[in-house]
């Protein structure tokens, strides 16, 4: 079992940045494929980005790529997603996932474990 626990959401202006960790327990984290989603009110969850188990490739949605950067320190069990020049449309709830071998790395039904998600805000 791996228990997944999301913190540094909050409230941002727009252009501002935020950094997202996800610190993981139970299970060896460095065999885990991370990856980031998200979920805004009424639509439906969708990928943001995910990391390899040692962190040597990385991978985007197009709305983040340039903005966003997800990395994992497998010494502390943690994985990031530093957030920059944030817009309205970022906003949403954030959610890591761990999957050991996800076939797809942006399908979310691949993913076994959820953290319960971090809310982010950006005002105009």
């Known amino acids: 079992q791996v228990q997944l626990v999301e913190s540094g959401g909050g409230l941002v202006q727009a252009g501002g940045s935020l950094r997202l960790s996800c610190a993981t327990s139970g299970r060896t984290f460095s065999s885990y494929v991370m990856g980031w989603f998200r979920q805004a009110p009424g639509k439906e969850r969708e990928f943001v980005a995910a990391?390899?188990?040692?962190?040597?490739?990385?991978y985007y949605a197009d709305s983040v790529k340039g903005r966003f950067t997800i990395s994992r320190d497998n010494a502390k069990n943690t994985v990031y997603l530093q957030m920059n020049s944030l817009n309205p449309e970022d906003t949403a709830v954030y959610y890591c996932?761990?999957?050991?071998?996800?076939?797809?790395?942006?399908?979310?039904?691949?993913?076994?474990?959820w953290g319960q998600g971090t809310q982010v805000t950006v005002s105009s």
């Open positions: 996932a761990a999957d050991l071998d996800p076939s797809a790395y942006a399908e979310g039904y691949e993913y076994d474990y």
């Open positions: 990391i390899s188990w040692s962190g040597g490739s990385t």
